[in-house]
């Protein structure tokens, strides 16, 4: 298990809580227990920024969505040039096509397509695999 910037986060933070699936480290279960059990306790809680695995950034948003609060989500959908005019990096947000290179990418999590952009990712799966290959390959090679 590989943790970064603990020490940083810890200090810019009031509070830290850290779960792990095992348990090996902080807490043991998902971070959307934790905040199930946060959001049930602190009414303050204004605005939540959700950085992660696509399925986790989609249930955070789904515990979120009755209490009513502002959930931004950072999209890291495939970008191959960066600039808007691939399309590699589209969204759908709010019905509306957006790219997260441009647009993005931190949108509204309420407003994301989350079954569509799951699908993105998964796009270029076959050239990553050859990558992959190859990589593996010319590092043998070395
Ligand atoms: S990376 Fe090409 S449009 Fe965003």
Redesign the pocket.
């Known amino acids: 298990m590989l943790f970064i910037m603990e020490e940083e986060i810890r200090k810019a933070s009031s509070e830290l809580i850290i779960t792990t699936d095992d348990g090996s480290y902080g807490r043991k279960g998902f971070v959307t227990q934790v905040l199930e059990e946060l959001l049930d306790t602190d009414k303050s809680i204004k605005r939540i920024w959700v950085i992660g695995p696509a399925i986790m950034m989609k249930v955070v948003c789904e515990i979120t969505r009755p209490y009513l609060i502002k959930t931004i989500v950072n999209l890291h959908?495939i970008?191959?040039?960066?600039?808007?005019?691939?399309?590699?990096?589209?969204v759908t947000i709010g019905g509306e096509t957006k790219?997260?290179?441009?647009n993005g990418p931190e949108f509204d999590g309420q407003l994301v397509d989350w079954i569509g952009f799951m699908n993105r990712l998964t796009c270029f799966q076959e050239q990553e695999q050859k990558s992959w290959e190859f990589y593996k390959l010319k590092e043998g090679g070395n």
Do not use: H, I, K
């Not at 970008?79 to 589209?90: A, T």
């Open positions: 959908s970008m191959v040039d960066g600039v808007g005019m691939c399309g590699s990096c589209r790219f997260s290179c441009v």
